[in-house]
Antibody
Framework: QVQLVQSGAEVKKPGASVKVSCKAS????????MHWVRQAPGQSLEWMGW????????EYSQRFQGRVTISRDTSTSTTYMELSNLRSDDTAIYYC???????????WGQGTLVTVSS | DIQLTQSPSFLSASVGDRVTITCRAS??????LGWYQQKPGKAPKLLID???SLQSGVPPRFSGSGSGTEFTLTISSLQPEDFAAYYC????????FGGGTTVELK
């Protein structure tokens, strides 16, 4: 069965960077894109970007352009999302998601809480 | 980029009510729209893909319609487990979400 397992919670200081991982299993990793979505406390879902796991090509939301980098390691079927120059309003749960057999996101990681605090 | 406006933001309803949530796109997106349900502390769950395609295991009281710029999610008879937040998402190259609708018990 398809599973997306994310790395654990992080606490970072303002100005630092965070790198969250998402390990995929149960499907052919290189055949599908992986998206990253975040949700600040009490807020809506916010799409950040995606990576074509086969080619490594990426697309990013303008809101995060220059601060976010999505990468992948096909040897371990793992996708990474790195966000730099963290601010307090980057405190959120970060999800990886994949669309397998459909257009929308039908598989989600369990979420990773990133807390930015001095 | 294509933006989505979702309404209402909050909705108070009773068990058995018919509920409709609307999502408007800033440009035509054909039927490239998905609907999600999210309960507190959980990841979103895909309900509908391609504007109207009900996902496996989702009760048939949920339905989606629309094409182009205007879409709706309808719950024909609200059940206790349906009190949750609902989000639309346009499925283009930059797949942004709508602002969400919280369905709460009246």
């Amino acid at each position: 069965q398809v599973q997306l397992v994310q790395s654990g919670a992080e606490v970072k200081k303002p100005g630092a960077s965070v790198k969250v991982s998402c390990k995929a299993s149960g499907y052919t990793f290189s055949h599908y894109a992986m998206h990253w979505v975040r949700q600040a406390p009490g807020q809506s879902l916010e799409w950040m970007g995606w990576i074509n796991a086969g080619t490594g090509n990426t697309e990013y939301s303008q809101r995060f352009q220059g601060r976010v980098t999505i990468s992948r390691d096909t040897s371990t079927s793992t996708t990474y999302m790195e966000l730099s120059n963290l601010r307090s309003d980057d405190t959120a749960i970060y999800y990886c998601t994949s669309s397998i057999g459909v257009s929308a996101s039908n598989y989600w990681g369990q979420g990773t809480l990133v807390t930015v605090s001095s | 980029d294509i933006q989505l406006t979702q309404s209402p933001s909050f909705l108070s309803a009773s068990v058995g009510d018919r509920v409709t949530i609307t999502c408007r796109a800033s440009q035509g997106i054909n039927n490239y729209l998905g609907w999600y349900q999210q309960k507190p502390g959980k990841a979103p769950k895909l309900l509908i893909d391609g504007a109207s395609s009900l996902q496996s295991g989702v009760p048939p009281r949920f339905s989606g319609s629309g094409s182009g710029t205007e879409f709706t999610l309808t719950i024909s008879s609200l059940q206790p487990e349906d009190f949750a937040a609902y989000y639309c998402q346009q499925l283009t190259t930059h797949p942004y979400f709508g602002g969400g609708t919280t369905v709460e018990l009246k």
